[in-house]
């Protein structure tokens, strides 16, 4: 039971933030490279602007994820 929220409608910090806080779960997976926190959320950032992710809210747990669209 989750519903997608358009991100577009949410104050620009919360992006931010659920954008920082799905970067550092344990288990993301960026590849062999290291990349920053910053690095990390411009790149869920432009994901997100393309349409590629979307943000989810959970209503059971009452958290938010990002899902992927491909």
């Given at each position: ?12 910090d ?51 994820s ?5």
């Amino acid at each position: 039971p989750s519903m997608q929220i358009p991100w577009q409608q949410l104050a620009p910090d919360t992006v931010t933030a659920i954008l920082e806080e799905f970067a550092t779960r344990e288990g993301t997976d960026y590849g062999h490279e290291q990349y920053t926190l910053a690095q990390k959320v411009s790149m869920l950032r432009r994901q997100l602007e393309r349409g590629d992710v979307a943000v989810s809210f959970d209503t059971q747990t009452e958290t938010c994820s990002l899902i992927s669209l491909r």
